[in-house]
């Protein structure tokens, strides 16, 4: 255990040494070059746009931000996961239902944003349904694949020991689609980020999307950066959240045992 936390903080030492020699040559490379600061600003200028605006702007506009990423990715996991349930014990919906969504995922969902202004207007329910439906189908796949890739002698002997279905799902079923769920839960927060960014980017007049807009029309460049490096820190926390999850909940399961060695 202790050889295993010295490990996990030296590999975090060295990450952080790494990131702070590629933002010192990143500093370096702008004052030896010159470069215009409405092009590459240096990352001081930008951490100084993220003090400036922090309390002005930046912070009401992640609120935002966040609450369109976790409404709509809650809307994801709760309907996601009963229907992936229903494909994996039912053909007939499988065969049905399952080509429609397909069919719905393929059509690109930012040529429908515009679409998604004009019937539920500027507010959060334009931003909450596209984060919904460009999160949903990745979770749907996987947690789809999870329930019906259950091994054929674990049902046999788990049928022998039970007859009650519930009691199967829950103890055999259930756990054995939850590596499969994870995956689907981290591909998904990615795509629930990349969905509300591009709701404001369409038509907002809030969130960390506007303020890109925005500082990008007033050729703010240390802003547009600041605002873009809040969105990163916000998706690197959200996945991380999601694996720290998953840590929590599978920790039998080697890839979780793998990353945590």
């Known amino acids: 255990m202790i ?17 702070a020699v590629l933002i010192g040559l990143w500093q370096l490379a702008c004052e030896v070059f010159d470069v215009p600061m409405y ?11 993220l003090l400036k605006y922090w309390s002005v702007t930046v912070r009401a506009n992640l609120l935002y931000t966040l609450s369109s990423i976790g409404i709509g990715y809650a ?18 919906l499988e065969k049905t239902v399952y080509p429609i969504l397909v069919a719905i995922q393929l059509v690109p969902k930012v040529a429908l944003a515009p679409l998604f202004i004009v019937w539920f207007g500027f507010g959060l329910t334009s931003k909450v349904i596209l984060v919904f439906l460009l999160s949903f189908f990745a979770l749907l796949v996987d947690a789809t694949t999870g329930f019906k890739s259950l091994n054929p002698r674990l049902v046999f002997v788990a049928k022998t020991m039970t007859n009650s ?13 939850l590596p499969h769920i994870f995956t689907g839960f981290k591909i998904s927060i990615s795509s629930a980020t990349t969905g509300a960014i591009i709701a404001e980017f369409v038509g907002s007049n809030q969130g960390l999307g506007y303020l890109m807009l925005r500082a990008n029309g007033e050729l703010n460049t240390p802003y ?7 969105l990163s820190v916000v998706g690197i926390a959200l996945y991380k959240l999601v694996e720290y999850a998953e840590a929590l909940v599978i920790p039998w399961h080697s890839s979780v045992r793998t990353r945590l060695q």
């Open 3 to 19: 050889k295993r936390m010295k490990k996990r903080w030296l590999n975090l030492f060295w990450g952080l040494i790494t990131f």
């Open 39 to 49: 092009l590459v600003p240096p990352p001081v200028k930008i951490w100084e746009a």
């Open 75 to 92: 809307l994801t996991i709760v309907i996601s996961i009963p229907l992936a349930i229903l494909f994996a014990t039912s053909q007939w």
């Open 165 to 177: 279905p519930w009691e199967f799902f829950w103890k055999i079923r259930f756990p054995a689609a």
């Open 224 to 230: 547009l950066f600041a605002a873009l490096l809040v």
